[in-house]
């Protein structure tokens, strides 16, 4: 294996300009397939997020009297898993949406602002007891409805499922492509040394001691062409995030992050094996040469 491993070291530097081009290429089906991993990982994070919150806005008729409106935050604290209450008159919250600036709701009146209730659940109450609040809430006489964050964490899940959907197919082709450009390398760097297999041959080297460096020489392709993907995807993750941290953060209501450990870790392995059986697949014609 020392051997095989040390003839694979000197084909890449043989080699070093069509090992290159193969692992740039490698690289770009990479960096593609690392977007839109990133873009899953992030919608799944934003869907255990907006999951976790457990917040509901209870918006009151206009004829609300008073008394109701204060019986029902006295008996919304009283409440198990409910962490805090908190009334919002029309006031309050024209100018809590008027903090954003929009020129289309300052002209609006303090009227078309409805009053409302924000509770804020305990992330532990499980979902059905949050469920049963929102239910009986509604059925109040003083309550107009109540809108919680279950219908966004749904749509938000539909979309997350076709992500994952879309991130599958697109590994698909990214594995294909990576499995034809080593495949192709190594047919073309085992054409260049030709004269070196002929040598082996000569002194009764097996076609499996033949194979070995140019299945490494893959490997390696595969390895590096994904690592650099990695380090590339960080790079600009990193440059977009510090220049609209704060705008995505207000947005999604959560810092967007980078790729877990693991999943950078299974890049690098998937594209080294790739690598390999690309390689595998180049010399399948070695009786040829």
């Not at 740039?24 to 873009?39: D, I, K, N, P, T």
């Not at 009151?60 to 908190?86: F, N, S, Y």
């Not at 469920?131 to 509604?138: F, H, Q």
């Amino acid at each position: 294996m020392a051997g095989s491993l040390e003839r694979a070291k000197r084909g890449l530097y043989a080699e070093w300009r069509l090992h290159v081009l193969s692992v740039v290429s490698l690289a770009v089906a990479f960096v593609c397939l690392g977007a839109a991993l990133l873009v899953v990982v992030n919608l799944h994070s934003l869907k255990e997020r907006w999951g976790r919150i457990g917040r509901a806005s209870v918006y009151l008729k206009d004829g609300a009297a008073p008394q109701q409106v204060d019986a029902l935050v006295a008996a919304l604290k009283q409440t198990e898993g409910v962490r805090e209450v908190r009334y919002l008159s029309p006031a309050d919250a024209r100018t809590a949406a008027l903090g954003g600036g929009d020129p289309t709701l300052k002209a609006l009146p303090q009227d078309a602002f409805p009053a409302s209730i924000e509770v804020d659940v305990a992330p532990e109450v499980p979902e059905a007891d949050v469920a049963m609040i929102v239910s009986k809430l509604g059925a109040l006489p003083a309550v107009e409805g109540v809108e919680t964050y279950g219908t966004w964490t749904e749509r938000l899940g539909s979309l997350l499922q076709g992500g994952t959907i879309a991130a599958g197919a697109l590994a698909a082709i990214v594995f294909g492509a990576v499995l034809a450009v080593v495949a192709s390398t190594m047919r073309l760097a085992l054409t260049r040394r030709r004269t070196e297999v002929e040598v082996l041959r000569l002194v009764g080297a097996s076609d499996g001691f033949v194979r070995t460096p140019y299945v490494l020489e893959g490997t390696f392709q595969g390895a590096i062409g994904s690592t650099t993907a990695v380090a590339i995807l960080a790079g600009l993750f990193f440059i977009v995030k510090s220049r609209a941290d704060g705008d995505l953060s207000g947005l999604l209501g959560l810092d967007p992050i980078f790729l877990p450990l693991s999943v950078m870790a299974a890049l690098v392995g998937t594209g080294a094996l790739l690598g390999a059986l690309g390689g595998a697949l180049g010399l399948r014609k070695l009786t040829a040469v």
